[in-house]
């Protein structure tokens, strides 16, 4: 069965808020799924910090990669957030336990986070 506008907005939903919540049980319990606000959207997860760090992730649930398209949405979401790391959540079909998802990222990101586990 292939999926319509509905049934891809609950998984969406339900793909944010299972990652919310292995996030929020296993880093901090202030990490939760955020409500969409439009034009200045600031990612699908709100209340994430990480040594001085705030991080805004964009999560995505579907079978076909657009890692591009999807990093412009995250890096408009870091601006849109005043934030200082951006993330993209994606879906790792044919596993469906949260910790098991693809976490993407630029080397510059990831290079910013380590820096500041650092204290740098």
């Keep these: 069965m292939s999926r319509n506008r509905a049934s891809a907005k609950a998984a969406g939903a339900r793909f944010e808020r299972d990652i919310a919540d292995y996030l929020a049980a296993n880093v901090d319990d202030r990490i ?12 699908d997860l709100g209340g994430w910090r990480y040594a001085g760090l705030r991080i805004v992730a964009e999560c995505k649930n579907v079978i076909k990669l657009s890692l591009g398209t999807w990093w412009a949405e995250a890096e408009i979401e870091k601006a849109n957030d005043d934030a200082d790391i951006a993330l993209v959540i994606h879906k790792r079909h044919g596993r469906g336990a949260p910790q098991d998802q693809w976490v993407t990222t630029t080397l510059g990101e990831l290079v910013n986070l380590l820096h500041a586990t650092k204290g740098n």
């Design 32 to 43: 939760d799924r955020r409500v969409k606000t439009g034009s200045k959207d600031r990612g």
